[in-house]
């Protein structure tokens, strides 16, 4: 899965992800154990299928998040495939600013203590998404020695590795920027986050 979220000024959190067709959305649900949850995330408009096997490139994500939120202000992405999100945003002539952030501990721990404060503060609010629903419910953090946070994305084995937490970790990306940006600029931004696992 590929996925984005978007945070605006209001605190409003929005998602969207993306598979290939192949497999189709009922095997994928079977090999991944959640039934049909994919096909009610189709029926929901937050989940778009694309043609091809692979997990659909940074180009078709990109389309697809401008015509739901707009051009962004900031793009704050994992970095895991930077020259993949590099490349399409110089096809596609966005001159955007992009901060690029690690899954590790370093930055790991920096957003995932913005996004919860962010949240335990009330300045998010999400519409229902059963996409970001199940995708937060899939999620894990994991703590080192030196209480050190970050967002353990597909850890152990079995069903947990073949859990889809990726519009969750887009969600902490654009969330966690946006508290960083409000707090350097004391004024309410826009910005809309994006990753890639």
């Not at 859990?163 to 931004?189: F, N, Q, S, T, Y």
């Amino acid at each position: 899965m590929s996925a984005g979220a978007a945070c605006f000024a209001s605190g409003r959190v929005e998602a969207v992800g993306m598979f290939g067709g192949f497999p189709d959305l009922r095997e994928r649900g079977v090999r991944d154990g959640v039934g049909d949850r994919y096909r009610h995330f189709l029926d929901d408009g937050d989940l778009v299928v694309v043609e091809g096997v692979r997990v659909p490139g940074a180009h078709r994500l990109l389309h697809e998040v401008q015509a739901r939120w707009g051009m962004p202000d900031v793009i704050c992405a994992d970095r895991y495939r930077k020259g993949e999100l590099q490349d399409a945003l110089d096809r596609l002539g966005w001159r955007c600013e992009v901060r690029w952030r690690g899954m590790g501990y370093r930055d790991g721990s920096e957003d995932v203590r913005d996004f919860r404060a962010a949240v335990l503060s009330g300045r998010v609010s999400v519409a229902r998404s059963r996409l970001l629903r199940s995708c937060v419910g899939e999620a894990r953090v994991t703590t080192n020695p030196s209480g050190d946070s970050k967002l353990a994305i597909r850890a152990g084995a079995g069903r947990r590795f073949r859990a889809r937490d990726d519009a969750a970790a887009a969600a902490v990306l654009a969330i966690a920027e946006r508290e960083r940006m409000r707090r350097r600029e004391h004024v309410e931004v826009e910005s809309w986050g994006w990753a890639i696992a």
